[in-house]
Nanobody, 121 residues
Framework: QLQLVESGGGLVQPGGSLRLSCTRS????????MGWFRQAPGKEREGVSC????????YYADSVKGRFTISRDNAKKTVYLQMNSLRPEDTAVYYC??????????????WGQGTQVTVSS
């Protein structure tokens, strides 16, 4: 029912920038808490950043603080991840995530298909 679609990935040189977008369709609420995760080959998936439903609160992994910025436009049902000063270790597939509460407080996660980010000379 709730679907997420990412875009904006690509190849960039170290020190360059990219902006990822994630657009939601479906879901009964006006907005959901959302975030970005990434997974490099042979490594565990890690959380990168998340943002509250209103956009009033944001969180960042230590590895991206000061370089990445998460934002959202609820009228467009879209969350963005602005990535600056990119490093080779940022290379990964980036996944958009949304979560909602079900009955009895159960939590459900929804994922996009992923978009590849490659940082290389």
């Amino acid at each position: 029912q709730l679907q997420l679609v990412e875009s904006g990935g690509g190849l960039v040189q170290p020190g360059g920038s990219l902006r990822l977008s994630c657009t939601r369709s479906g879901g009964a609420l006006d907005a959901y808490p959302m975030g970005w995760f990434r997974q490099a080959p042979g490594k565990e998936r890690e959380g990168v950043s998340c943002i509250s439903d209103t956009g009033g609160s944001t969180y960042y992994a230590d590895s991206v603080k000061g370089r990445f910025t998460i934002s959202r436009d609820n009228a467009k049902k879209t969350v963005y991840l602005q990535m600056n000063s990119l490093r080779p270790e940022d290379t990964a597939v980036y996944y958009c995530n949304a979560r909602r509460l079900g009955v009895s407080g159960d939590r459900y996660n929804y994922w996009g298909q992923g978009t590849q980010v490659t940082v290389s000379s």
